[in-house]
Structures are given as C-alpha cells and as structure tokens.
C-alpha cells in the first residue's frame, strides 16, 4: 500500500522505532516538501534522533514529492483555511496522486474529507496491522502504549474506540 504521510505519524513511530512496522504496511510513504523540512530538517537541527533515522529511509521507504501547480494552489487555499502547512501540503499531494492521507489531526481530517480523500492515522496503522496478522493484538496494545509514552495524545474516547476496534478483530 502506498499513502502520503503528514508528520505526526512518522515522528512517533520512529521515535519508538517503529519502521520495521512501517515497511511491513507500506511499500512507499510518500511526503511534501514541507513534511521533509518538520520532520527532518527541523528535527535535525533540534538533535532528534528519529529525525535522523526518517533521514535514513528516504529513497528507501519514504520518498519526498513535490507539489505541481494544481496541488500548489489547493495547498495554499487550505492553509488560508486554517490548516498547518504540512497538513495543507499531504491532503493536496494526496488528492494529486489519488492516494489516503496519514492524518492524525481532527481539523486535518475534517479538510482531507471535505475535499474527497480518504484518510487514516497512526492507530489505523496498527488495526490495519493486526487485521493483516502482521502484529498481535497484544504488540498493538504495547505499541500504544509506547506511543503516548513517547508524547502521542491520545483522548480518552479515540482510546477506547481503538480498544474496542481492537477487540473486534480479535477471535
């Protein structure tokens, strides 16, 4: 599966050094130019070290995609709208590439829907993963909570809806 990736996603899982999970779901994350400077460039220049290690998977894993024109001008018109950059940018270079978006902000969701791209975010990847028997139900529970260890919010409800999403794919 290949999807476009905003940076939320990528920063947490490989901040708990999660890209073996990555490369098992994804055959290519593609990401916009801006999502490259947040999560590397950035996070380089602040010391990260996942930021260095999603450095090291692009070319492999991830690859970095312009924007054309089109995308361009839908990019701006979000972020005229509210939405951060990178968020403006996945949902564009999504539509453009007819590819879901890896979305975990509600706002971002909500534009990603408005304008006819599927979306999903960092706990459908572990779902997703389970339903694939590529994880247990027990190394996704794990998962998460190394996750929100490492600073993933999550609220209450989104958990609980998780649980029992989980528990529904569990025999």
């Not at 950035?42 to 924007?67: C, F, H, N, Q």
């Amino acid at each position: 599966m290949k999807v476009v990736s905003n940076s939320v996603a990528l920063i947490y899982l490989f901040k708990i050094r999660e890209v073996a999970l990555l490369k098992r779901v994804f055959e290519c994350i593609k990401i916009p130019p801006t999502v490259y400077r947040e999560v590397v460039e950035k996070g380089m220049e602040k010391g990260y070290t996942d930021a260095w290690r999603i450095r090291e998977e692009v070319s492999e894993l991830i690859e970095v995609v312009p924007l054309d024109e089109e995308a361009e001008d839908m990019a701006s018109k979000l972020e005229r709208s509210g939405l951060e950059r990178g968020e403006a940018e996945t949902i564009a270079l999504a539509r453009h590439l007819n590819l879901p978006a890896l979305l975990d902000e509600k706002k971002a969701r909500s534009a990603a829907e408005a304008n006819g791209v599927a979306y999903f975010g960092t706990l459908s990847i572990l779902l997703l993963s389970v339903k694939e028997v590529v994880l247990s139900a027990k190394e996704a529970r794990a998962m998460v909570k190394k996750l929100v260890s490492a600073g993933f919010w999550l609220s209450p409800e989104v958990l609980s809806e998780f649980y029992s999403r989980l528990e529904d794919l569990t025999p």
